[in-house]
C-alpha cells in the first residue's frame, strides 16, 4: 500500500507549478497504477490553453469556480463544485479561473510521470523523466 499526504506532496518535488496553475502529483506511473492522480489549482482570472493529445483526463471540481471552452465547438461549461468533466476525445479546450482558485481533482490516462507542464500546443509529452521514487 501507498500512502501520501496532500500536503507532504505540495512541500515536495511532486508539486509543478506554473503562472495558470500549481498541481499536486499523488499518484504516478511509477506506483503502477495505471493511471495517475493529481490535486490541481486553477488561479482564478487565468487562461490556459490545453490539448492533451497523448492522455485522456477527468477532472472533478472540489472548490471554486470556472469555466472550460471546447474550442472545435466554442461550447462553453461553467465549473463550480460537484462539476465533473471528461476529456474523452482529446479535447482542444480553453480552462479558465474564475472569480476565486478552482481546487480540482484530476486522473490521467497514460499516467504522468511527475514533471510535466503543457507544451507549446498545451500537451504533456509521453516521454518525461520520472521522479525518484518518493
Do not use: Q
Not at 500549481?22 to 490545453?50: C, K, N, Q, W, Y
Not at 469556480?65 to 461553467?78: P, Q, R, S
Not at 510535466?116 to 509521453?126: F, M, N, Q
Amino acid at each position: 500500500m501507498i500512502v501520501r499526504h496532500l500536503k507532504d506532496a505540495e512541500n515536495s518535488d511532486r508539486m509543478v507549478k506554473t503562472d495558470t496553475w500549481t498541481s499536486a502529483r499523488l499518484s504516478l506511473a511509477d506506483d503502477g497504477m495505471g493511471f495517475s492522480f493529481h490535486v490541481t489549482t486553477i488561479f482564478a482570472g487565468t487562461e490556459t490553453p490545453i490539448h492533451y493529445k497523448n492522455h485522456l483526463e477527468t477532472v472533478f471540481c472540489m472548490e471554486g469556480d470556472g469555466e472550460i471552452e471546447t474550442l472545435a465547438d466554442g461550447k462553453v461549461y461553467k465549473i463550480e463544485p460537484g462539476v465533473v468533466y471528461i476529456l474523452d476525445k482529446h479535447d482542444k479546450h480553453l480552462l479558465r479561473g474564475g472569480s476565486k482558485d478552482m481546487k480540482l481533482a484530476c486522473v490521467f490516462n497514460p499516467p504522468l510521470n511527475g514533471r510535466e507542464v503543457h507544451d507549446k500546443d498545451g500537451a504533456y509529452a509521453l516521454d518525461e523523466a520520472p521522479l525518484e521514487a518518493s
